[in-house]
């Protein structure tokens, strides 16, 4: 299910401040199937990429995207995992909150796909990815290619 920036705050509450004050109700923890638990590096905790804090509602498409990327053969593109929950408004959009606020978002090999930058990803790897309900950044006005999102707008 893609989710419209004017309904998300029906759904998941607004964000407060800095905070997400239902955060509690709409995230979990989950374990990172094989083999990317070992082969992708999770840069923010410099170490491999074993669990991630996800809005549940984003976690089976995050788990499909997965399995796509296995059952496709394209899994050895995924090299690092960048970041989901982050409480923060948009770059360059400061008026709106980040899809990542409410843990909807989902962003890899940051440094070889920046914000602006063309993509290193295979139109493949990508479709797993749209393929599971995702929305692409690298086919946003302002190319995002490291961005998966289920926020659409």
């Known amino acids: 299910m ?56 984003a976690k089976a498409p995050l788990l499909q995207a997965l399995a796509y990327l296995v059952e496709r053969k394209l899994w050895n593109e995924l090299k690092t995992f960048d970041g989901c929950y982050n409480v923060r408004k948009e770059r360059g959009r400061p008026l709106l909150q980040s899809a990542h606020s409410w843990a909807m978002a989902f962003d890899f090999n940051a440094e070889q796909n920046p914000l602006g930058g063309p993509s290193q990803f295979s139109d493949e790897f990508v479709k797993c990815f749209t393929d599971a309900g995702f929305y692409w950044g690298g086919d946003f006005q302002r190319p995002d290619p490291q961005h998966f999102t289920l926020l659409g707008f």
């Open 2 to 57: 893609i989710y419209k920036l004017s309904d998300i705050e029906k759904k998941y509450g607004p964000i407060v401040g800095s905070q997400w004050p239902q955060e509690v109700m709409w995230c979990e923890s989950i374990v990172v199937p094989e083999p990317f638990c070992w082969n992708v590096v999770n840069t923010l905790a410099k170490r491999p990429w074993i669990r991630s804090y996800v809005n549940k509602d």
